[in-house]
């Protein structure tokens, strides 16, 4: 298949520029799914010696990708404890 893309590549150089754009948009979405499944606090993968991970979390930490204006150094602790 990949020699056929290169083919197909070498007789089409226009589709060089779609071809890198759909590899990279491919890569990266398939870097965000791995992000996501390892550092979200809402997966566990180890359910009988951590069951809760997402009640350890205190309000200052950051666990979104982007957060537009929220200091989570700043933030205090609003609700009850667990």
Do not use: C
């Amino acid at each position: 298949m990949l020699h056929q893309i290169i083919g197909q590549a070498k007789k089409h150089p226009s589709l060089i520029p779609l071809l890198v754009f759909i590899g990279a948009g491919g890569t990266g979405a398939g870097l965000y799914l791995l992000r996501l499944a390892l550092f979200n606090p809402d997966v566990s993968w180890d359910g009988k010696n951590h069951p809760d991970p997402w009640n350890k979390l205190g309000p200052d930490d950051q666990y979104k990708f982007y957060s537009m204006n929220v200091d989570h150094s700043k933030l205090k602790n609003e609700g009850p404890d667990f």
